[in-house]
């Protein structure tokens, strides 16, 4: 069975910087595109960004510039370090995957249980 888990989040001053991280476990024979979205209050959720994996990488609009996403050697981990951090910011993010389990299904989509990320301005 495929595990997403994150951790990092939490209450940061504006202006201020987090790095989320969330690590794949299980059953995993391939991980193509790792990424990160996120929900705020009220709203739905939107694609904050994604890495591939040939590492290409996306982002929203509004975070370009400031967020930065990362995998490490095993492409197992994927990395969101935020910088500049405003109060637009806050929201539940959530990590994605698209993981082959080698099951019969090939690649699947997977998701993390969410982590708070808090601005204050």
């Known amino acids: 069975q495929v595990q997403l888990v994150e951790s990092g989040g939490g209450l940061v001053q504006a202006g201020g910087s987090l790095r989320l991280s969330c690590g794949a476990s299980g059953s995993i024979f391939n991980i193509s595109a790792m990424g990160w979205y996120r929900q705020a209050p009220g709203k739905q959720r939107e694609l904050v960004a994604v890495?591939?994996?040939?590492?290409?990488?996306n982002y929203a609009d509004s975070v370009k510039g400031r967020f930065t996403i990362g995998r490490d050697n095993t492409k197992t981990t994927v990395y969101l370090q935020m910088n500049s951090l405003k109060s637009e910011d806050t929201a539940v993010y959530y990590c994605n995957a698209l993981i082959d389990p080698l099951g019969p299904l090939g690649f699947q989509n997977y998701w993390g249980r969410g982590t708070q990320v808090t601005v204050s301005s």
């Open positions: 890495i591939t994996s040939t590492d290409s990488r």
